[in-house]
């Protein structure tokens, strides 16, 4: 690799040549047929007239051209501080990388659903050819180092705007990739989004926009707020994407509280999804669906208490004789809990002992929510758009999550969300500080099993039927991968990568059987990258990477005069022995 | 103000503390020496409360404290430098001394002690916000100390804190121990470096393999022909 690099920096003048010429046929290949046939990728047949995935081919293969363009022209007209800003030359090789890949993913896509090689029209060959090309040269250009742009002082009105446009661009792609219905469409669009996002980081524009983020952390939550809140309205009255919707948030609700046990506290529990069924179960048990068990239906609000009580008596029954066991063994103690749950729902069927859940057939036919006079069954219109069930229980949900998401905030802050990452660092040490640890694990565990139990309750009213089989191990390993993948004990990471995990399965039903090997090997990817998780603690990261090195450097300096003296009073004791 | 009566503490059928007495006067600095494994940091664990005694008794300002709970131990008044300093590596320094005061309520105060405890070492102050891990040995061990202060201890227990530090850094720890000791801490400090430990003492003990061998004060000690030999290197 490194050989390859040094043989090609000799070429780094010729280079920009040979990759601007790449780009160009990347941008050229948008405006031919990548297909055979119009059933591949929301048809790719046309000439001249470019679909949505094409043009989004174009605009890496743009992008990848203008870095090359404007590179020797910073270096040339701008100060060095403005040069150094942005890092083109690493924009320019990250854009045709991103190129290579999102072409090889539209071409191999293409094969896939049509059958073959044979039916990829030129422009799909040209592209990859270009895009390759192009990864190629630009990895002769110099790297150059970190950009600065990230530093650059801004007013807080343009922050808000950077912010407001970022949050609005994922509005428009959410709206947008949930809407293909090809399964081939969908993977390349979202591959692109990951690899713009890529591209962003690599440039220098990403840093700039988390240090905008950092900074007005009140108005991203806002904007973010409102971005959600609007998401119904973007997909005309389709409550095939609403449920997937309500399904991405209650996954998203459940993993921020197994958030709290796991990113804050520490504690590995692997039967989570034990308490989002004892939720559900008991909200199914008391509501009144014809088959509920119970015959007392109180209104929902005390329901979702109710619901989140049970769950947290459970935690409490479940965390006291195991939380004095730590590490790989409550692993191991939570996971056969989460187990002992399935099978208890499973056999309270009345055939031996009382009849609560009705066994494997569960509760069916719950009723839609009827809160204050407001039917979460009913459709409606608001201002011209068709709001169906679905979307009715997406806003209940997200009331839902803000309210975990508070709680998990105001924790973190918390003298106790201290004395849990306490105990999360060093056990021993946080008992010697007066820490209470056992005390407080158990409050995590039970806090986490609350909030928990009250997304189950509103889960059973949107699934209409709670049964066993809903909460199965998988299901808790899925919710701890989510919390991995985004970033362990931050809420932006836990809401990425609970959406990632989520929203692939249910928008890529053709590789259900490669589900768990795709995800596995994901993870694997992730744990050799990005060990800290897609969007980690900007704090953390911080002082885990930036600075690692200056500080080194200072620690060098300040040892060396150290070890002199200490050497002169060696020297000196030995003279006085003499 | 503290009290070790016959204290015995085992590790399974390991016996590391055989019965043990000694005292620690209100505004003393009492040294516990002794080689590896003479059962020094047994000691200090058992009167923290992260071992229980299997038998004798602890007994601090009166009270016998060796069955409370070592989370309660802090708020009694007594701190505990772990061996090791065993200090919070990913989080800040801001965050290690609050972690320190875990035990209080009062805002104000523990605002107050912070800006001491910065005034104290200018170089947590500079870098509060960073990482405990990235910081030098002796700054890790002033912030260590300066932990251990932050729940207003009355009696403070330093375990091995010249560990691993250079002859400057030692000499400038066991300054700030003088002066936290001026400024009215009973000091319990278990040491290798004898030499730093007894010039600082009030009174010192010398503990081998599980037992206490020798006591007076420190400066005594200083002096006593046995320990020249074996912990001071002298012939």
């Known amino acids: 690799m490194s050989t390859l690099h040094e043989f090609l920096s000799r070429w780094a003048g010729p280079a920009r040549w040979v990759g601007l010429g790449g780009a160009v046929l990347v941008m050229v290949a948008a405006f031919l047929p990548w297909a055979y046939l119009p059933a591949a990728l929301d048809n790719v047949t ?34 060095p501080r403005t040069r150094r800003l942005l890092n083109l030359n690493r924009g320019a090789t990250a854009a045709a990388t991103a190129s290579l890949v999102y072409q090889a993913i539209a071409a191999i896509a293409v094969a896939l659903e049509l059958g073959g090689l044979i039916t990829l029209e030129p422009g799909a060959w040209l592209g990859v050819v270009g895009a390759a090309v192009a990864a190629l040269a630009t990895r002769a250009l110099h790297a150059g180092s970190d950009a600065r742009l990230r530093y650059l002082p801004t007013p807080a009105w343009a922050q808000i705007l950077g912010i407001v446009v970022v949050l609005a661009l994922v509005l428009v792609a959410a709206a947008y990739g949930l809407g293909l219905e090809d399964p081939g469409a969908f993977v390349a669009f979202g591959t692109f989004c990951g690899l713009a996002a890529w591209v962003l980081a690599r440039v220098g524009i990403m840093g700039w926009i988390s240090a905008a983020a950092a900074a007005n952390r009140s108005a991203l939550v806002l904007a973010s707020f409102v971005v959600a809140f609007v998401f119904p309205f973007t997909q005309n009255g389709s409550d095939a994407n609403m449920s997937i919707a309500a399904g991405v948030l209650i996954f998203a609700a459940t993993a921020m509280g197994l958030n709290i046990v796991v990113g804050l506290a520490g504690l590995l529990d692997l039967g989570y999804i034990a308490f989002l069924g004892a939720g559900a179960f008991t909200a199914a048990t008391l509501s009144e669906s014809a088959f509920a068990t119970l015959g007392w239906h109180p209104p929902f609000p005390i329901v979702m208490l109710i619901a989140g009580c049970v769950s947290a008596l459970l935690g409490l029954l479940i965390g006291s004789p195991t939380l004095r066991v730590s590490g790989d063994y409550l692993a191991i103690v939570t996971l056969a809990f989460g187990e002992i749950f399935r099978i208890t729902m ?4 009345g055939s031996d002992g009382p009849n609560i859940t009705r066994g494997s057939n569960g509760i069916p036919a719950i009723p839609n929510l009827d809160v204050f006079g ?3 069954g009913e459709s409606h219109v608001i201002a011209g758009f068709d709001i169906g069930r679905f979307a009715n229980y997406y806003w209940l949900l997200l009331l839902v ?68 089989d809903q909460y199965v191990f998988m299901e808790s390993a899925f919710l701890v991968a989510g919390i991995v993948l985004g970033g362990m004990g931050t809420v932006g990471g836990v809401l990425v990568g609970a959406a990632i995990l989520k929203l692939l399965p249910e928008k890529l039903r053709f590789f259900e059987d490669y589900r768990l090997l795709l995800f596995g090997l994901l993870l694997i990817v992730m744990m050799r990258f990005r060990p800290e998780g897609l969007l980690p603690d900007q704090r953390r990261q911080l002082e885990f990477h930036a600075e690692d090195d200056e500080l080194a450097e200072e620690a060098d300096a300040q040892a060396l005069p150290d070890l002199a003296t200490a050497g002169a009073a060696l020297s000196a004791t030995k003279e006085d022995r003499a | 103000m503290l009290e070790v009566k016959d204290l015995a503490v085992s590790y399974g059928r ?12 209100q ?9 590896n ?62 972690l320190g005061a875990y035990t209080r309520r009062d805002a104000a105060g523990i605002r107050e002690d912070l800006d001491r405890a910065y005034a104290l070492f200018p170089v947590l102050g500079e870098r509060r916000g960073q990482a405990a891990g990235l910081f030098s040995g002796g700054e890790q061990q002033m912030l260590a100390i300066a932990r251990a202060m932050m729940s207003r201890p009355r009696l403070l227990m330093l375990d091995e804190p010249s560990m691993g530090l250079s002859p400057i850094m030692t000499t400038t720890i066991m300054n700030t121990i003088a002066e936290l000791k001026a400024s009215g801490t009973t000091i319990l400090l278990v040491e290798q ?12 003990y010398v503990l081998e393999v599980g037992a206490i061998t020798l006591s007076d004060t420190g400066a005594a000690l200083l002096e006593d022909d046995r320990v020249r030999r074996t912990y001071l290197g002298v012939d």
């Open chain 1, 46 to 79: 046309y000439y001249g007239e470019p679909s949505i995935l094409q043009w989004l081919g174009f605009a890496l293969g743009f992008v990848t051209a203008a870095c090359l363009v404007a590179s020797p022209i910073l270096a040339a007209k701008a100060s």
């Open chain 1, 346 to 349: 499973n056999n309270l069927d």
């Open chain 1, 374 to 376: 407001f039917n979460f």
């Open chain 1, 401 to 468: 999550l803000a309210l975990i998401i508070v709680v998990f905030v105001n924790l973190n802050k918390s003298r106790i969300g201290r004395g849990w990452v306490a105990i999360r660092e060093d056990e021993r040490a946080a008992e010697a500080m007066g820490v209470n640890v056992f005390g407080l694990k158990l409050l995590a565990f039970a806090g986490g099993a609350f909030l928990a139990g009250v997304a189950g309750s509103v889960k059973a009213h949107v699934d209409v039927s709670v049964t066993p």
């Open chain 2, 14 to 25: 390991v016996q590391a503390v055989k019965g043990i007495s000694f005292t620690v006067e």
């Open chain 2, 27 to 35: 505004g003393q600095i009492v040294s516990l020496l002794g080689t």
């Open chain 2, 37 to 98: 494994g003479a059962g020094k940091t047994t000691t200090l664990r058992t009167i923290s409360g992260l071992l229980r005694p299997t038998s004798g008794e602890v007994l601090f300002e009166g009270k016998r404290i060796d069955t409370v709970p070592a989370h309660q131990i802090v708020t009694l008044g007594i701190a505990h430098s772990p061996e090791g300093r065993r200090l919070f590596p990913r989080m800040s320094v801001e965050d290690n001394l609050l």
């Open chain 2, 193 to 204: 470096n004898a030499q730093a430990a007894l010039a600082l003492s009030d009174r010192g």
